[in-house]
């Protein structure tokens, strides 16, 4: 069992930077590949970033590349998810998840995924 809570979404400004983290508790944080949806209101959740269980592998959405990255720390049960050079339509509620199936190979599936956090909500103005 994970529990996942993630923080750090606010209002943030078209360009600006976030940070995202999300605090694991639980047992064994490395076991898990973890994931970064988000979903804004009307639409289907969606794959934002990935990284592998010891951090060595990453994978990102096509919208975010080359904007957003993603890390991790085991040594304190957290990842986080840095979000550079924002634009209105990043807004939306951005979730944690890990995955027990795919902890090396990335996932975009949210099925894939067993355990989610609760979301925070993104919203960027222009």
């Known amino acids: 069992q994970v529990q996942l809570v993630e923080s750090g979404g606010r209002l943030a400004q078209d360009g600006g930077s976030l940070r995202l983290s999300c605090a694991a508790s639980?047992?064994?944080?490395?076991?898990?590949?973890m994931g970064w949806f988000r979903q804004a209101p009307g639409k289907e959740r969606e794959f934002v970033a990935f990284?592998?269980?010891?951090?060595?592998?990453?994978d990102y959405a096509d919208s975010v590349k080359g904007r957003f990255t993603i890390s991790r720390d085991n040594a304190k049960n957290a990842v986080f998810l840095q979000m550079n050079t924002l634009k209105p339509e990043d807004t939306a509620v951005y979730y944690c998840?890990?995955?027990?199936?795919?902890?090396?190979?990335?996932?975009?599936?949210?099925?894939?995924?067993?355990?989610w956090g609760q979301g925070t909500q993104v919203t960027v103005s222009s």
């Open positions: 639980g047992r064994a944080f490395s076991n898990y590949g």
């Open positions: 990284v592998s269980r010891f951090g060595g592998r990453t």
């Open positions: 998840a890990a995955s027990g199936s795919s902890s090396y190979s990335p996932s975009r599936s949210p099925r894939d995924y067993n355990y």
